[in-house]
């Protein structure tokens, strides 16, 4: 059975199509991908028959390659504050990680959530004026972002699936205007 980073990297590629999600074994993981399905689709991040051209530059491949290993961690290192190898790269890409980013807020497990989290609240935080490594430019920087996130619903890897979805969708709205 594959895992739901793979199932929805499957859809948002066209390598898997909705009819093949009848397929999955578990109720629960019917239910969240049929979730995601629907917000792609509403969102117009997906169509049909796959992808919809909202990120076309050459990273996304490598957007794909590092939500893959959105959690994984080097032997023998641990994640500090949620902060992989992974999360720090898709940071580093802003914008264009931002769409496929945000279907992981609803996996199944806490953990990967807490790294899409990262991702998400990184690369608004950045587009604020936030330097990691040297924090906040002004106060009003770190304001207005904090405004700009109430604004979108205050994203939480622990909020009930049917709240991530909605605050998803208004996510996946937001995006899509700004790229009109």
């Known amino acids: ?27 629960q ?3 969240v991908v049929s979730a995601a399905c629907a917000l792609l689709l509403l969102s117009g991040c997906i169509t049909e028959t796959g992808l919809r051209s909202v990120n076309p530059s ?4 490598e957007v794909t390659r590092l939500l893959l290993k959105l959690t994984d961690r080097p032997e023998g290192s641990r ?42 609240s990184g690369v608004t ?11 906040w430019p002004s106060a009003e920087d770190e304001r207005s ?6 604004s979108m619903g205050d994203l939480r890897s622990n ?4 709240q991530r979805a909605e605050k998803v969708y208004r996510w996946k709205r937001w995006l899509m205007a700004r790229r009109q």
């Open 1 to 27: 059975m594959p895992s739901f980073p793979h199932i929805l990297l499957g859809l948002t590629s066209g390598r898997i199509r909705f009819r093949q999600i009848r397929n999955a074994a578990s109720a």
């Open 29 to 31: 993981l019917k239910l």
């Open 58 to 61: 050459n990273q996304q491949d």
């Open 79 to 120: 994640s500090l504050g949620g902060y992989t190898p992974a999360v720090n790269r898709l940071i580093e890409i802003g914008d264009p990680s931002l769409c496929q980013t945000l279907d992981f807020m609803l996996a199944p497990d806490e953990e990967t959530r807490q790294h899409a989290l990262r991702v998400i």
């Open 125 to 135: 935080m950045e587009m604020y004026g936030f330097k990691f490594g040297r924090g």
């Open 145 to 150: 972002w904090k405004d700009f996130w109430k």
């Open 159 to 162: 909020d009930p699936v049917d």
